[in-house]
């Protein structure tokens, strides 16, 4: 309660100051709560991750408008050193832009006109790669003081001046001898840092924790799942501890929070999305007595409020009952205070990658309502208490048998973020359709060193080197930009796009939506119709979300471009260049109303031919390989070897014809600073030599089925 008075009184006295400046001045007082709480009156500036701490992504700026969007030009760019997948917000003050790059990288530049200020290199051991079960982003900073925050893909949280990029302290927050990662922004409450972390794939126990911003120092950890049965003091885990079987504590459990936060400073209450099951498969991380999975697993998949202060748990709400699919809650969070039936509702919405909508009361995490944004099949429906009804034959947990369910483990949406436009009550959807086939692996047994730890055999769904049934799966793989009611639970308009990927969303007081997407192209739409009013060829697919601010009267939109992330390393190399191989050509680019930089011609990507040695190996020898290579290497270099453009297509690559060599980049760890650490700890060399010839029998397949080395697409 002290908490909500407090901001209110506050609120009083700071709003008044903002909104008559627009563009705050904050080279003398910092970042403190009171700007943090005013932000959405600060439209000139951009301070925190979602603009404000409801995470609306939404700015009243109006200067780009329906009407002028279409004189709107390139300022400046900047090209970035990082040829991986680029997820950064950049945040924007005193005139200055700061953002994080692919590599936990952070820059500096003078927002108006790209003149680089400074730059910060962690030096993040490039074998921390293969920790990262989805490229090695950064999807940016938090601001307090005259400082920034930053988390490191090895698991440190830095802190950093803002006007040098000076290192004041580093803390690190994870287990570094265990497989976690960090990727997500930080948030600060009360100087309070707050930062979780990833990993679940590879087997840790996820946790969120509050550092005190001026030493660094851990005040309090909220641990998402039970440990062992002796270590679960606090009420809420000893009530998780129900709601699992088995020894789930040895494969760590999971539940990492990895990306979404919000914040309600009248409530006093801080939300936070719950990852993903560790392993996936249930029956293996949670087994009844009859070796099928068992309970709802607390708290996988949910959306918990705690209190930022103490961490003191509140309430949680959980998206997926006894999760088995990757069907993480670690998705966008949006709050708004919306009329239903007649009655304004203080709400929390999300959705997922299970598919549904959720609209949450946020004070309570009483459950309003949830609708399939996407087709579905692991559930029938939500019932009135805000569980789903399980399709049977989807729970492949309980039986044990192979099924194809939709949506697959990206989700129907993932991390990229929504955006809400009060004025018109949308929620803005980056969604996308994609099936996977669950194939409980037999006798599974998990390796903490290496590799994914699912309990499923990766390579069931590989497709076969067979022009028309790849045809046909692309096909049914789509992309959309989704314009939700919250209220009626239904889309008031859709654009559909060639592909899924696609980038996350901005939406303005201009009657606007911007948005990148994967075919390489940054849009505007306009925000009541979905009709596109403006585009810009990126050069390279666009997967982070835009920003807008402005300087010295004049506003600017921002958008980190790059290509990359899971779905660009994790699926087909094929079905991923759906139209055309996509390039990561790394930018920022920086937009304005009359803006007259052009880029530079784009350069043609250059690809190796398939010119494979023969195939002499036996078949029980590729089968091995086969199986090793799901397990360990599709995660970045994608299923059946068919690569894309981030990270080398094996097939592609020299050293398969050449044994030793291939044993010495995969055994001996010889490229480890670019990333790909040694596999000796899992794979023996008879292991790996059996991967080389099963990437030798793909390469001679495709080959033999497109003799130009590309396989046909829609």
């Known amino acids: 309660m002290g908490m909500r008075i407090w901001g209110m009184a506050i609120a009083a006295t700071a709003a008044l100051t903002l909104a008559a400046c627009g563009e705050a001045e904050m080279s003398e007082a910092g970042i403190d709560s009171v700007r943090l709480l005013n932000a959405g009156e600060d439209s000139g500036n951009w301070i925190t991750h979602g603009r404000t701490y409801s995470e609306q992504r939404f700015s009243p700026l109006s200067q780009v408008n329906q009407g002028t969007v279409g004189e709107l030009g390139l300022a400046w760019y900047s090209d970035m050193d990082t040829a991986r997948g680029q997820e950064a917000t950049p945040l924007v003050m005193d005139g200055k832009l700061f953002l994080t790059t692919a590599w936990s990288k952070v820059k500096a530049f003078d927002a108006a006109t790209g003149e680089p200020l400074w730059d910060y290199d962690p030096e993040v051991p490039g074998e921390t790669a293969v920790k990262a079960c989805c490229d090695v982003v950064n999807r940016g900073l938090a601001a307090w003081g005259d400082h920034l925050f930053l988390g490191t893909l090895d698991g440190r949280l830095v802190k950093l ?259 809400f436009h009060p004025d018109e009550g949308l929620v803005y959807i980056p969604a996308f359709e994609a099936a996977t086939i669950y194939a409980p692996e037999a006798d599974w047994k998990p390796d903490t060193a290496r590799g994914f730890n699912v309990g499923f055999d990766l390579g069931a769904g590989d497709l076969p080197p067979d022009l028309g049934i790849r045809r046909e799966v692309y096909g049914t793989v789509r992309g959309k930009l989704m314009a939700w009611d919250p209220v009626k639970q239904e889309a008031r308009w859709e654009v559909e796009y060639p592909g899924p990927w696609n980038g996350g969303l901005l939406a303005t007081g201009g009657g606007l939506v911007f948005q990148g997407n994967s075919s390489s192209e940054f849009n505007a739409f306009d925000a009541s119709s979905g009709e596109k009013l403006w585009s810009f060829g990126a050069q390279t697919g666009i997967v982070a979300p835009p920003i807008t601010y402005t300087v010295n009267g004049e506003q600017y939109v921002a958008v980190l471009a790059g290509w990359g992330g899971a779905y660009a390393i994790t699926a087909d190399g094929e079905l991923v260049n759906d139209a055309k191989p996509v390039q990561n050509i790394s930018r920022l680019l920086v937009f304005k109303i009359g803006g007259t930089a052009e880029l530079p011609e784009q350069p043609e990507l250059a690809r190796l031919p398939l010119d494979p040695p023969p195939s002499r190996a036996s078949a029980e020898v590729i089968a091995l390989g086969k199986q090793k290579y799901a397990r360990y290497c599709a995660v970045c270099h994608a299923p059946a070897a068919v690569g894309s453009t981030v990270l080398p297509d094996l097939r592609r690559s020299a050293t398969i014809a050449n044994a030793s060599a291939f044993t010495a980049v995969v055994h001996d760890g010889i490229l480890k600073d670019n990333g790909m650490a040694s596999f000796a700890g899992s794979l023996s060399k008879e292991e790996i030599d059996a991967i080389r010839e099963y990437i030798i029998k793909r390469a001679n397949e495709d080959k033999a089925i497109e003799p130009s080395g590309r396989v046909a697409t829609r």
């Open 161 to 419: 001046e803002r006007d040098t990029g000076k290192v004041v302290w580093e803390k690190v927050t994870v287990d570094q001898d265990a497989s976690y990662t960090v990727t997500g922004a930080p948030r600060i409450i009360d100087g309070k840092v707050l930062i979780g972390n990833g990993g679940a794939e590879f087997g840790v126990r996820g946790y969120i924790a509050a550092y005190d911003a001026n030493d660094g120092d851990e005040l309090w950890r909220f641990y998402t799942v039970p440990g062992k049965p002796d270590e679960n003091d606090a009420e809420y885990l000893k009530a998780a501890a129900e709601t699992w079987s088995g020894e789930y504590w040895k494969l760590g459990g999971g539940g990492t929070v990895w990306d979404s936060m919000a914040y309600d400073p009248e409530l006093d209450l801080l939300y936070f999305g719950v990852g993903n099951g560790s392993p996936w498969n249930r029956a293996y991380r949670s087994p009844g007595e009859d070796g099928t999975g068992e309970g709802d697993n607390l708290y996988l998949s949910s959306i918990v409020a705690v209190r930022p202060d103490t961490g003191e748990y509140v309430w949680h709400y959980q998206t997926t009952p006894g999760e088995t699919w990757d069907y993480t809650a670690t998705q966008h969070i949006i709050l708004a205070d919306i009329t239903i039936d007649g009655e304004e509702r203080q709400v929390l919405m999300q959705a997922p990658k299970n598919g549904f909508f959720y609209v949450i009361d946020r004070a309570t995490g009483e459950f309003i309502s949830a609708e399939d944004y996407i087709p579905q099949n692991w559930a029938e429906g939500i019932d009135e208490d805000g569980r789903p009804i399980f399709n049977a034959a989807a729970r492949v947990d309980k039986t044990g048998e192979p099924a194809l369910v939709m949506p697959g483990p990206l989700g129907g949406h993932n991390w990229h973020p929504m955006a």
